[in-house]
């Protein structure tokens, strides 16, 4: 993200132990063996798996999209016919299929380049996989994966139709238990899952509500008093 979330809108730079581990990976490996654009693309083959995502003809919006791997798995299982806009501050090459959108989708100028790619007509899926650059302060970290997932849900309340379904990545720590429960409000059915891809020591997992709801539920009122 722009502003103080990215100020740079450059992706990290890692160490050389990182480096050395990546190079290793087996999901880094079988991604440049399929000519995936990261290993980030088994995540959400994982999640398609195991909670049935990607339907031919569906509408798809993949925020925080570059370089692009989640895209491709999309335009991969979906195939012509479908609409799949992909979206990022960051510049991302083209993919067959895909409408590429460089754009801040929070802010109102963004969303309007958003609104021109997608049209009038609501999706079927809002996929995120978005996060933070990292600060090395777990309290700041936190907060702003935190924002960037309800910068994600808010997205997809203005454009899922109902029945809809969301994926969004999110860290759990601070503020994840909150943010769970209002995704929870919204759809029929939700689930924490945490992927094979993702790496064990990584607090990363991915919230995935299923049924939109175009009207959330109220929470819970206390018992009045007798």
């Known amino acids: 993200m722009p502003g103080p979330l990215n100020p740079t809108k450059k992706k990290h730079r890692f160490g050389k132990a990182w480096m050395q581990e990546h190079v ?11 000519g995936y654009r990261s290993r980030a693309a088994f995540k959400l083959l994982q999640l398609d798996e195991r909670d049935a995502l990607l339907r031919k003809g569906t509408r798809v919006v993949d925020l925080g999209a570059a370089p692009g791997s989640w895209s491709q798995v999309i335009a991969k299982k979906l195939g012509p ?16 299929g895909v409408t590429v959108v460089q754009a801040d989708f929070s802010t109102d100028e ?14 079927d899926l809002v996929v ?8 090395g302060i777990d309290s700041v970290d ?7 997932g309800e910068l994600a849900l808010e997205f997809a309340l203005a454009r899922l139709q109902p029945g809809g379904d969301f994926v969004v990545k999110a860290f ?13 409000r919204h759809f029929a059915k939700t689930y924490v899952r945490k992927p094979a891809a993702s790496r064990d020591r990584s607090r990363e997992v991915f919230i995935v509500g299923k049924g939109f709801r175009s009207e959330a539920l109220k929470p819970a009122s206390p018992p009045s008093p007798r």
């Open 24 to 34: 290793n990976d087996p999901f880094v490996k079988e991604a440049t063996r399929l």
């Open 81 to 96: 016919g479908s609409t799949i806009v992909a979206v990022d501050v960051l510049d991302m090459t083209p993919l067959r």
């Open 110 to 123: 963004g969303l309007r380049s958003v609104e021109q790619a997608l049209g009038e007509k609501p999706v």
């Open 128 to 135: 995120s996989d978005m996060a933070p650059n990292l600060s």
């Open 142 to 148: 936190q907060a702003r994966g935190i924002h960037l």
């Open 172 to 184: 759990q720590g601070e503020g994840f238990d909150a943010f769970h429960r209002e995704v929870s």
